[in-house]
């Protein structure tokens, strides 16, 4: 009988959110144990060396200790796909809001391998991209 329960780029992208919105424990069944983030922005200096679900989890426990009340939230549906192995590559568009500062948005692109996410490229903006 077919099995309907892969996983799909939208979830992978909702909790890739969910995770950057303070959901820690989440790291080892969403990231690869070689997992890569790559920022397109001056970050990415200190964010090249991170490998793996435990790294990449502090990274971003200490990001948000940083910027109280920070929030992620996706812009729109994933683009691409995974396949029902649970790999592929998308992209989402993504906002962040923080209280008394600036709201941003920005894009990250996906791979995703057996349905855990194996690299990632993000590019954040300095404003929110206009609505259509």
Known sequence: MPTTDHV?????????????NGAMES????????????FASPTGEITDALR???DV???IGEFRAARPGLRF??????????DAAGSGTFAIRW?????DQPDHSGIDMFEAT???LTRVW????????AVD
């Not at 799909?8 to 950057?20: G, H, I, S, V």
């Not at 790291?27 to 790559?38: E, G, N, T």
């Open 8 to 20: 799909t780029a939208f979830q992978l992208a909702l909790r890739w959110t969910e995770f950057w």
């Open 57 to 59: 989890a502090a990274f």
């Open 27 to 38: 790291a080892p069944k969403l990231l690869s144990p070689d997992f890569r983030i790559r």
């Open 52 to 54: 793996g679900p435990d």
């Open 114 to 116: 057996a349905g855990k």
């Open 73 to 82: 939230t996706m812009d729109g549906d994933a683009a691409g796909e995974v």
């Open 122 to 129: 993000s590019v954040t903006g300095t404003s929110t991209f």
């Open 95 to 99: 906002r962040s809001h923080q209280p």
